[in-house]
């Protein structure tokens, strides 16, 4: 029965969907629908059963390479049992982990919360009331198990800084570390996924408004375009958030002894520098 050949684990809002979808327009690797199945990680999902896991694989050819992308797996201490889940079910799967300067992780992790409606609050109070904020971003703490669990050998570390400035040459990376037996070519088609640029902010009901056609339509005929502007206006982040100066010290200092960690991890790889422009190199 087909399982994943790989998994990409996170970090939430480093670029999995990017990299998911590069992947995926790779003749002979095959990613899930949904992207994220979250199976191991959230407890609703998981009840649906390993067969029902397995069967998310089934359309893959045979001989392809198998993976799928979800954050939640890095999303410790939220779900604990992602990882003595997988270790149950997957003997050796490659894991693949991306990174990014984590305060500007941060900071998109707050922008996306606040769009999807779970965090209503300035940014000064959300960071004092989610650590996740924080937590998410301790990139050798979340990824440190992994290592534990299916050894070095089969943990990919990345960094979005390098994957924007070097796409093809990472997306090689990535294909080596799998075994991936042809030339990988990086679609622009597939650059930028699940980025969220108007920063509209959601709301209960929110598809059933906006993601329903014939509301739509009914929308733009009996609604006049000024005051749809205004209103869609209202719901709109209208500049990036930035984060108070004793606030912005305190995360450095949190991810820098992070990062301190993360190298010991991989003492090879200097690379990992480009997401800590705080820390300095030398």
């Known amino acids: 029965m087909a399982l994943p050949d790989f998994i990409i684990v996170g970090a939430m809002k480093c670029g ?3 990299l998911a979808a590069q992947l995926d327009a790779q003749p002979g690797i095959f990613m899930t629908t949904p992207k994220e199945p979250n199976f191991f990680s959230d407890d609703d999902v998981f009840a649906r059963g390993a067969e029902w896991y397995r069967d998310l694989f089934s359309p893959a050819a045979p001989g392809d390479i198998r993976g799928e992308a979800s954050t939640h797996y890095t999303k410790s201490p939220l779900h604990p ?3 003595p889940r997988m270790q149950q079910m997957l003997e050796a799967p490659k894991i693949i982990y991306l990174i990014r300067d984590p305060v500007a992780r941060a900071v998109s992790h707050y922008i996306h919360e606040w769009t999807m409606g779970v965090m209503s609050s300035d940014i000064e109070e959300a960071f004092a009331a989610h650590p996740e904020l924080v937590s998410y971003g301790c990139y050798a703490e979340q990824i440190a198990p992994y290592i534990h669990a299916f050894g070095a050998e089969n943990v990919l570390v990345l960094n979005l800084e390098t994957m924007k400035a070097q796409p093809q040459q990472v997306l090689e990376q990535v ?3 799998l075994g ?4 990988p070519v990086w679609s622009d088609a597939h650059a930028r996924v ?3 640029a108007d920063r509209i902010r959601k709301f209960p009901l929110h598809w059933l408004v906006f993601g329903n056609p014939v509301a739509a339509a009914l929308r733009r005929t009996l609604v006049p375009q000024s005051i749809r502007d205004r209103l869609k206006k209202k719901r709109q982040m209208q500049d990036r958030p930035e984060l108070p100066g004793a606030i912005r010290a305190e995360l450095q200092t949190v991810f820098a002894r992070d990062f301190e960690h993360l190298r010991a991890l991989f003492p090879d790889r200097d690379d990992l520098h480009a997401s800590y422009p705080f820390v300095a190199h030398g």
């Open 16 to 18: 999995t969907s990017t």
């Open 175 to 177: 294909c080596g570390f």
């Open 81 to 83: 049992d992602a990882l």
């Open 194 to 196: 699940n980025v969220s």
């Open 180 to 183: 991936y037996d042809q030339r």
